[in-house]
């Protein structure tokens, strides 16, 4: 059996996963139940082959455990799976959907990730968390001092309102408390905030291609570092407009009979890396506002025909092409590209 199978489709779970293995003229070999504990000394066994994964909860894990022992690892996306799976859904028919799905030529796959980009995409997702964890805490806030008739404004002038309306006299002692409670709670987010931002700007500062990717305008340290640890290899993509369109940056396209209908951008891929981008295009449009920035006479060209909303993406776009370029170790497109 070791010596045929030369292509995989594991189903990965919590603790049992399943395999499905064919030999080279695609008939089945094996299909079995393995627990987690079991899954490298089973793989040890075999002779390098081809491992399909779906790219979910500890995949990137399993790929680079694999991959240390020889195996070609294929990390895909569970919505191209689908298509391949016959009968009902189960982790055996997962298996081979995978096992069949990473067979064919023109499937694209995600690159695996290393543990340096997992550590520091996880940075990004506690900042996240901290940044809801406080606008939570702050409306809360709001909300309960509005029940006692005191508005307080929005931005930096918040703190100042808040200690102010708690010099009232008439306040009863227990929402004084609370309240210092919750000014606690979202300073304490504040602290966390500022802690990660300065983690990962070490780690930008560490690392060669995020400081080039910091020389583009509106690129910062948080973009940067999360360009670089989502996307992983840039030689998975074929070209930057390849890459634009996995951040769902290009139009939707509904064509038939020859007429090209395009509409709003797609929206696919990482929502929080496009979120990233257009924040930092807009900052680029403020600059072009203020006759600054090497990209000035794009901006305002399209400025002239298009609503400031739709220059912003249309520039993500544009930057999604650049960053990929300087990734791929290619030269920096024009604008005009």
């Known amino acids: 059996m070791s010596n045929s199978v030369v292509r995989c489709g594991l189903d990965i779970a919590k603790y049992i996963f399943v395999l499905h293995g064919v030999d ?27 491992i399909g994964i779906e790219a979910c909860g500890g995949a990137h894990y399993w790929a680079r455990e694999l991959g240390k022992q020889g195996h ?18 189960n982790d055996a028919n997962d298996a081979e959907a995978i096992c069949e799905a990473i067979d064919r030529p023109n499937m694209r796959f995600v690159a695996v990730k290393s543990e340096d980009q997992q550590s520091i995409l996880m940075a990004h997702r506690i900042r996240q968390q901290s940044i809801a964890t406080r606008t ?55 602290d966390r905030v500022a802690a990660l931002d300065k983690r990962i700007g070490g780690w930008v500062k560490a690392d060669p291609l ?13 973009t940067a570092s999360a360009v670089i640890a989502t996307a992983g290899d840039a030689k998975a993509f074929k070209n930057g407009r390849h890459f634009s369109s996995w951040l769902g940056l290009v139009p939707k396209q509904h064509s038939s009979g020859g007429k090209n209908k395009l ?48 220059v912003a993406v249309a520039f993500a776009a544009k930057q999604a092409r650049m960053l990929w370029a300087i990734m791929a170790g290619k030269d920096e497109p024009s604008m005009a590209a």
């Not at 080279?24 to 081809?50: D, Y």
């Not at 909300?143 to 309306?165: N, S, T, W, Y």
């Not at 995020?210 to 948080?222: P, R, Y």
Request: hydrophobic share 40%; aromatic share 4%; proline share 3%.
């Open 24 to 50: 080279a003229q695609g008939k089945t070999i094996v299909r079995k139940p393995l627990h987690r504990t079991k899954v490298l000394s089973f793989f040890a066994q075999l002779p390098a082959c081809t």
């Open 72 to 89: 070609v690892i294929r990390l895909i996306n569970a919505g191209y799976v689908t298509p391949y799976r016959r009968k009902n859904k």
């Open 136 to 190: 939570s805490l702050i409306n809360q806030l709001h909300g309960h001092l509005h029940e006692f008739g005191i508005v307080i404004r929005k931005g930096k002038a918040f703190a100042q309102d808040v200690h102010a309306a708690l010099d009232q006299d008439h306040l009863p002692n227990i929402l004084i408390d609370l309240v210092h409670d919750l000014l606690v709670a979202i300073e304490r987010e504040n």
């Open 210 to 222: 995020a400081s080039k990717l910091m020389k583009l305008d509106g690129i910062g340290a948080l």
């Open 263 to 310: 509409s709003g951008i797609t929206k696919r891929g990482d929502r929080y890396l496009r979120m990233l981008l257009i924040h930092g295009a807009r900052t680029v449009l403020l600059m072009s506002s203020r006759g600054r920035g090497k990209h000035h006479e794009w901006i305002s060209s399209l400025r002239s025909r298009r609503p400031d909303n739709v």
